[in-house]
């Protein structure tokens, strides 16, 4: 999985870094422009709550999700990069396997024998990102699944299709022509979401 992933990574990369040799001067003006828009695809591993010790990658944890933002330019500095508030879109997928740690770190028992393998999320956040580099931002976001029966401290949740949470961001970009590779740390918590998760990810955004 992880040769997939790098081999994946460096495909898009390069195509996109040739694409953005015949295109490269016009997308230059729509960036020297006071909007951004940038949509990709990244990587993301459920690492889960921060107080488990991280004793080797296991396949099983990674996971796809969709990205996209849309950002206006507030601020520049001397060198031309721009400070911009931004909106932030993601909608993605997690296995089984995710599905079932993530609910076992929210303290939830399930009746349900098999989960999906295929479970849907998205996460809608704002914010801001600083000299092109840096990301902050916070939002709202909410996992989806099979119905099922969910039982916990604070009771038993009948038919249950979904948990909702507050969703917070750091990351950083890195420009690379016409693409950005992004690296960053979701955090997960609160609403339905009894402790917090974190799930680091990292891709391309194809810069317009």
Avoid: H
């Avoid at 040739?18 to 990709?40: P, T, V």
């Avoid at 944890?61 to 507030?74: A, P, S």
């Amino acid at each position: 999985m992880k040769k997939t992933f790098l081999a994946f990574l460096c495909a898009v990369l390069v195509g996109q870094v040739a694409m953005s040799q015949e295109f490269d001067d016009d997308k230059g003006k729509n960036r020297n422009s006071g909007l951004a828009l940038s949509i990709g695809a990244s990587a993301t591993y459920y690492y889960g709550q921060s107080s488990r010790n991280f004793d080797k990658f296991e396949d099983d944890r990674v996971n796809w999700q969709l990205n996209g933002l849309l950002g206006i330019t507030v601020a520049r500095d001397k060198g031309g990069r721009r400070t911009m508030l931004t909106a932030f879109g993601n909608y993605g997928f997690n296995n089984k396997k995710t599905l079932s740690r993530l609910l076992a770190d929210q303290r939830y028992t399930t009746l349900a024998l098999n989960q999906s393998t295929s479970n849907n999320f998205y996460q809608l956040e704002a914010g801001v990102i600083i000299a092109e580099v840096l990301r902050i931002s916070t939002g709202v976001g909410q996992q989806n699944f099979n119905e099922q029966l969910l039982a916990s401290t604070d009771g038993i949740r009948f038919n249950a299709k979904f948990l909702k949470y507050y969703s917070s961001t750091v990351g950083l970009n890195f420009n690379l022509a016409s693409v950005t590779w992004t690296i960053n740390c979701n955090f997960a918590y609160g609403k339905d979401f009894n402790r917090t998760v974190l799930t680091p990810s990292t891709g391309l955004l194809l810069r317009f």
